[in-house]
Nanobody, 119 residues
Framework: VQLQASGGGLVQAGGSLRLSCTAS????????MGWYRQAPGKQRELVAD???????NYADSVKGRFTISRDNAKNTGYLQMNTLKPEDTAVYYC??????????????WGKGTQVTVSS
């Protein structure tokens, strides 16, 4: 499974960006798609994730500002980021939990996309 993320860039504080992550390869479905981020000198942290049924989970720092969604038919996940803050600056990574057997999943990561928010 390969994940291709796109949509990062440079934006002023208060602005918006939309990240996309498309999965390709051989798989039946994707259980959970998620977005993580890693700022310089910090550990990678969960931003948001979404199950195949549409249940979502957000980090407290992005609740009310970011929205995660997915299009199962296109094997694509999205992260709409509004009211961006300088502290949102980080490399954003998408991941996907793919079932590989009964009760077994494997997690795949895409290459990161840089998001920079200027003050």
């Amino acid at each position: 499974v390969q994940l291709q993320a796109s949509g990062g860039g440079l934006v002023q504080a208060g602005g918006s960006l939309r990240l996309s992550c498309t999965a390709s390869g051989t798989f039946f479905n994707i259980n959970v798609m998620g977005w993580y981020r890693q700022a310089p000198g910090k550990q990678r942290e969960l931003v948001a994730d979404i199950t195949s049924g549409g249940s979502t989970n957000y980090a407290d720092s992005v609740k009310g500002r970011f929205t995660i969604s997915r299009d199962n038919a296109k094997n694509t996940g999205y992260l709409q980021m509004n009211t961006l803050k300088p502290e949102d600056t980080a490399v954003y990574y998408c991941n996907a939990a793919v079932p590989i057997g009964v009760g077994l999943t494997n997690t795949f990561w895409g290459k990161g996309t840089q998001v920079t928010v200027s003050s």
